[in-house]
């Protein structure tokens, strides 16, 4: 027997799927506290010695965190080859802009503090809250995008032709996917600044992230509401190979309003899913304002990872819906590598993911517990 069959096809596809989603539910909740504290540096932080305080709270961690955003991104150019390329080829711009504003936050790091002109540090900090927000909102937008179909289509070679444009992608439905993106890692970014900071920074945050809760619930309903109510989805109306080659073209779908719903009618303990949601954003805001500090940051970090787990839940077995041509929809049934490339690549995460995961643990224990202002104050024991 062939090593790789000790797994079947179909079910290292259906793995590979909740490794994507693991993958990007791990960058968000790490890489999204810091993207929540810079949005977050204008408004919580008055001082020089404040905004250093948020600053320091996220730079021991913040590079390492990145790593996820990496393995996402290499997981899918190798086990979603089409995906990778329809995704980052169509939303071109938008990757861009994000590359754009990530590369604005190590320089804003190293540079803010090379000179003590307050308008050199107030700049290098609007940089960091652009490298911040703008990453958050353009994810949220590509997750509204693809909740409504992207504009590509496959001709019979599958050669992809996208046909969408860059103010295409944002419009409304899009736009308010984008600021649940915002919202909720405004929460998480003020649960970490108030778990690291104390004083004034830390009760800013308290009193932001609380707002924050209270918009993310808000928010993510009325999301929910405007996908059922306006925004068709799309379902497969041919019989389902889940075993056979990675081949859009040999399916047939169609869009149908409501069709985002029907994994739920079909299986209704999927609800749990948006449920745990809405009730640890509503624990998180909780935590907040009864000062549990550790406990705000788990049930924010939980909310987070099941609002993105309820678009995966909600659009499988579409990985990428096409708007232009529903056949040409990339699912996860016919768009993956090969049964081997998957195997072999799912041997490398067994054994790299737990390190990665132990060293990631390691790293925040040793740096755990608050910022000390007086050591920022004299200079000692902290980068920025």
Request: charged share 10%; with cysteine.
């Amino acid at each position: 027997m062939i090593l790789h069959d000790l797994i079947d096809y179909q079910t290292l596809r259906l793995i590979w799927w909740l490794l994507l989603g693991v993958l990007l539910i791990g960058f968000a909740v790490t890489d999204g506290f810091d993207l929540g504290v810079g949005t977050l540096l204008p408004f919580v932080a008055r001082t020089d010695l404040e905004r250093r305080v948020v600053i320091n709270t996220i730079g021991p961690v913040w590079e390492g965190n990145q790593v996820w955003l990496i393995l996402g991104g290499g997981a899918i150019f190798a086990a979603w080859p089409a995906l990778y390329a329809v995704s980052f080829s169509g939303f071109y711009l938008a990757m861009f802009a994000i590359l754009a504003a990530l590369i604005l936050r190590p320089v804003g790091f190293k540079y803010r503090s090379k000179r003590e002109s307050p308008a050199w540090r107030a700049g290098w900090d609007w940089a960091l809250f652009v490298g911040g927000f703008v990453p958050a909102l353009i994810f949220g937008v590509a997750v509204g995008n693809t909740l409504q179909g992207v504009p590509f289509r496959l001709d019979m070679d599958l050669r992809i032709f996208y046909e969408g444009t860059f103010f295409g992608l944002l419009n409304p439905f899009a736009l308010l996917c984008g600021l649940v993106s915002v919202a909720m890692l405004v929460m998480h970014g003020s649960t970490w600044l108030v778990l690291k900071a104390e004083g004034p920074v830390a009760e800013r945050a308290r009193a932001i992230g609380s707002i924050a809760a209270l918009l993310t619930i808000a928010l993510f309903a009325l999301g929910g509401i405007a996908l059922y109510l306006f925004v068709a989805g799309y379902q497969i109306t041919s019989p389902i190979v889940t075993d056979g080659p990675s081949n859009p073209l040999l399916k047939t779908a169609i869009t149908a309003r409501g069709a985002w719903f029907s994994n739920y009618a079909t299986y209704n303990w999927l609800l749990a899913v948006p449920a745990v949601g809405l009730l640890g954003t509503a624990l998180a805001g909780l935590a907040l304002r009864a000062r549990w500090e550790v406990a705000a940051l788990l049930f924010s970090a939980l909310g987070i990872a099941a609002i993105i787990a309820t678009v995966g839940v909600s659009m499988f077995p579409f990985i990428l819906p096409s708007s232009l041509d529903p056949r040409s929809s990339l699912t996860v049934w016919d768009t993956s590598s090969s049964h081997l490339t998957l195997f072999i690549m799912l041997v490398c995460v067994v054994i790299f993911l737990p390190l990665i995961l132990a060293y990631t643990s390691w790293v925040y224990k040793v740096l755990w517990g608050k910022v000390d202002e007086k050591a920022i104050r004299d200079g000692e024991g902290h980068a920025y």
